[in-house]
């Protein structure tokens, strides 16, 4: 299929740099080569390649090439100040293409030496909007059942889909990881990971996870952030405008993949409807410079919507999920009636949507589908 971002992709290559990064086997390959494809003369080299990496090191492309698409560069020694060097003193006709599945996106947060010469792109698995735009089957079943990453969802044998995510787990625990930092405890970080996969949707307690797995809490929040910067993993915190205060309570735990949860059917709903937001709200931020973000909301006292969505630093959209209750939530009245924003309640089994004062209750289904990409 035609990916969704590649039409703004190709507009930004004729600008800067392209970054596109996500999750490992979420179609960056793919949807590069198929870029490629709109240019006469395109190069793809990949750093893991001894062949292609003494290219890359050498510069030993033709000078006729008009798309230079390098993959996993960041695992190259000083990889920014080379692709700066490179686009600095390129062909005129030359477009610069960078992929990867970690790194690069952490230093989008820094001031570094390719400031001013880039466009980051988010490649996230399929949702149900994308799908029906790239008018291709959005079956929300599947997507719960097999995930969005490509190879899983639109393989015919249900079998294959499940072989594919078991030597995609051990690829993430016994390769990818170790490319972001050594780990002494591998025992320590995939019970860490198993524990995750069970509690997805519930407020996360550093101390606690500690206690089960036998370690200090310092080490649960760096394997945490490694599953994090390896794209497996998303946390959603609780909304602050005091930034600081934010990041200290406690936060939520999602996937990119939403086959790998393992709690009940309303957190593995729950986890499609975070990784559906999210992809939204990266097309926003990454096509539109919007200034937005995903939380969630909760008080002292523990009454918590399950999503909300930040603009400029403000409550848009305050959204409930649930799998079959179309009564409205008392803590979303709650919350709609203090802050007056636009209120959701996302129904997975619902016969007929409506309205009620400023909350709608809306089908899980139709609602992922609409969201712009």
């Given at each position: 299929m035609i990916r969704i971002q590649k039409n703004s992709i190709l507009k930004d290559l004729e600008k800067k740099i392209v970054l596109l990064v996500g999750p490992r086997q979420a179609g960056k390959t793919f949807l590069a080569k198929d870029i490629a494809r709109s240019f006469s003369n395109s190069v793809y080299l990949n750093y893991d390649q001894i062949i292609d990496k003494k290219i890359i090191k050498e510069q030993a492309w033709l000078?006729?090439?008009?798309?230079?698409?390098?993959?996993?560069?960041?695992?190259?020694?000083?990889?920014?100040?080379?692709?700066k060097?490179?686009?600095?003193?390129?062909?005129?006709?030359?477009?610069?293409?960078v992929t990867g599945s970690a790194r690069l996106d952490i230093y989008d947060h820094m001031g570094d030496s390719l400031a001013g010469r880039y466009f980051r792109h988010r490649l996230l698995p399929l949702s149900l909007s994308e799908l029906k735009q790239a008018h291709e089957p959005a079956d929300m079943e599947r997507l719960i059942n097999r995930g969005g990453f490509p190879e899983p969802y639109f393989t015919e044998e249900l079998l294959d889909s499940k072989r594919w995510r078991v030597q995609y787990i051990?690829?993430?625990?016994?390769?990818d990881i170790f490319e972001i930092e050594t780990i002494h405890n591998l025992k320590g970080m995939q019970l860490v990971f198993n524990l995750l996969r069970n509690k997805v949707g519930s407020p996360?307690?550093?101390?606690?996870?500690a206690e089960d797995v036998g370690v200090s809490p310092m080490t649960i929040?760096?394997?945490?952030?490694?599953?994090?910067?390896?794209?497996?993993?998303?946390?959603?915190?609780?909304?602050?405008?005091?930034?600081?205060?934010?990041?200290?309570k406690e936060p939520k735990i999602y996937f990119f993949d939403t086959a790998l949860v393992q709690g009940d059917?309303?957190?593995?709903?729950?986890?499609?409807?975070?990784?559906?937001?999210?992809?939204?709200?990266?097309?926003?931020?990454?096509?539109?410079?919007?200034?937005?973000?995903?939380?969630?909301l909760r008080t002292k006292d523990g009454k918590e919507v399950d999503f909300v969505i930040i603009k400029?630093?403000?409550?848009?959209?305050?959204?409930?999920?649930?799998?079959?209750?179309?009564?409205?939530?008392?803590?979303?009245?709650?919350?709609?009636?203090?802050?007056?924003?636009?209120?959701v309640q996302l129904v997975?089994?619902?016969?007929?949507?409506?309205?009620?004062?400023?909350?709608?209750?809306?089908?899980?289904?139709?609602?992922?589908?609409?969201?712009?990409?």
């Open positions: 000078n006729k090439t008009d798309l230079l698409i390098l993959d996993e560069l960041h695992k190259m020694p000083n990889w920014k100040n080379y692709l060097g490179v686009f600095d003193t390129k062909p005129e006709k030359m477009r610069i293409l051990n690829s993430l625990l016994s390769t996360i307690s550093y101390q606690s996870l929040k760096k394997y945490i952030q490694i599953l994090e910067s390896i794209f497996v993993i998303f946390i959603v915190t609780p909304f602050s405008k005091n930034i600081a205060r934010s990041l200290l059917s309303g957190a593995i709903l729950e986890n499609l409807v975070a990784i559906s937001l999210l992809k939204a709200i990266f097309a926003r931020v990454d096509n539109f410079a919007e200034e937005c973000a995903l939380h969630y400029d630093h403000e409550i848009e959209t305050m959204i409930e999920v649930k799998t079959s209750d179309q009564q409205i939530s008392k803590t979303l009245c709650l919350f709609s009636e203090k802050y007056e924003k636009q209120s997975q089994n619902i016969k007929n949507e409506y309205k009620k004062d400023t909350i709608e209750v809306r089908s899980v289904e139709a609602y992922l589908s609409e969201l712009l990409l």
